[in-house]
Structures are given as structure tokens and as C-alpha cells.
Nanobody, 120 residues
């Protein structure tokens, strides 16, 4: 059974830091690209950051460049999102996604999300 379980969310003051983790099971983790998305109330889900299956390539939304860092540990089947210099506009539910493109199909798994609230 495929599972992606996020953790590490919470309430933090502006300027603070959080590290999100997403533990995966039920599939070959190292074959999948991993992403973090977020969805704020009343807004569409947006891509925050992604990382290739080997970890050799990363991409970030402009809004988080220089503040967030995505990483992965294929030995632990876990992807991380280090979030520094947090702003109130970072408040959202953060979701982990695993994706693999194969001939004729996309394999796409999602976690249940973890709430991040940035407020004083």
C-alpha cells in the first residue's frame, strides 16, 4: 500500500523556521521525483519545490527561492523541506507528491498534508 506521510508542520512566528518531512512506503522511492505543494485557503494548490529522483536537480517557486530547501534521503525513503525566514503568506497546507512518468501513464501519489501557520 502506497503511503506518503507528512510531518513537521505547526505554528511559527514570522522569520522563523520549520522542517517538513515526508516518509514514503509502498513503492520504489528512488524511481520517483518528489515535490512539495501548498494550498492556502481560497487559493489553488501551487508547486513549492521539486527534486529529481537522484536528488541532482531541484526547482523552486520564485516566492520561496533563497528561503526554502528541498532534499531527499533515498536510504530513508524521505523527502524534506527546510523552510527559513517564514512569512505569513507561507501559511498553507503543505502536501508531498511523488511522481513517475512511464510510457503512456503518470504514477502520482499524494500525502494527506500538514498545516503550516506563520503568525505572530
Amino acid at each position: 500500500q502506497v503511503q506518503l506521510v507528512e510531518s513537521g508542520g505547526g505554528l511559527v512566528q514570522p522569520g522563523g523556521s520549520l522542517r517538513l518531512s515526508c516518509a514514503a512506503s509502498g513503492f520504489t522511492f528512488s524511481w520517483y521525483a518528489l515535490s512539495w505543494y501548498r494550498q492556502a485557503p481560497g487559493k489553488e494548490r501551487e508547486l513549492v519545490a521539486d527534486i529529481s529522483n537522484t536528488g541532482g536537480s531541484t526547482n523552486y517557486a520564485d516566492s520561496v527561492k533563497g528561503r526554502f530547501t528541498i532534499s531527499r534521503d533515498n536510504a530513508k525513503n524521505t523527502v524534506y523541506l527546510q523552510m527559513n525566514s517564514l512569512k505569513p503568506e507561507d501559511t498553507a497546507v503543505y502536501y508531498c507528491n511523488a511522481r513517475r512518468l512511464i510510457t503512456g501513464a503518470t504514477l502520482d501519489y499524494w500525502g494527506q498534508g500538514t498545516q503550516v501557520t506563520v503568525s505572530s
